[in-house]
Every structure is written in structure tokens, then in C-alpha cells.
């Protein structure tokens, strides 16, 4: 793998995993403002497993505009 290419996806994917971390609690306190016990959790794995796609899709097609 080339190094910048790992450098990049590193950068991109830690920088993708602090947003989803924030964006977690975020969720969770939206969620239990609504009043409920527990928040669904599978709604908000489901929201954090979307942005994390879409960050890699994106990157992935960044890089491949630059061959």
C-alpha cells in the first residue's frame, strides 16, 4: 500500500470516527429528550453505520479522480 494512501485513509477514517462519536451522543441525548427509557440503538447504529459509509465512499472517490 502506498504511504501516503495510508496516511490519507488513516487521517480520513480517524477523523470519520471522532464525528460518529459525537454524533452518538448527540443521538442519544436527542433520543432521550423524547421521554423514552432507552434510546433505539439500532436507529442510531444505523445513522453512525451511514455516515461512516459515505465518508469512505467519498474518499474513495477523491482518490480515484487523482489517477
Known amino acids: ?3 501516503e ?3 490519507a485513509m ?3 477514517l480517524g ?10 451522543v448527540v443521538l442519544v441525548v436527542a433520543f432521550r429528550s423524547f421521554g423514552t427509557a432507552r434510546p ?3 436507529l442510531i447504529g444505523g445513522l453512525v ?5 459515505c465518508c469512505v465512499l467519498l474518499f474513495l472517490l ?3 479522480e487523482q489517477r
Not at 477523523?15 to 452518538?24: C, E, Q, S
Not at 453505520?49 to 459509509?53: D, G, L, S, T, W
Open 15 to 24: 477523523g470519520g470516527a471522532t464525528i460518529m462519536g459525537i454524533g452518538t
Open 10 to 12: 488513516i487521517l480520513v
Open 40 to 42: 433505539r440503538l439500532g
Open 49 to 53: 453505520a451511514f455516515v461512516f459509509f
Open 1 to 3: 500500500m502506498d504511504p
Open 62 to 64: 477523491s482518490y480515484a
Open 5 to 7: 494512501f495510508q496516511r
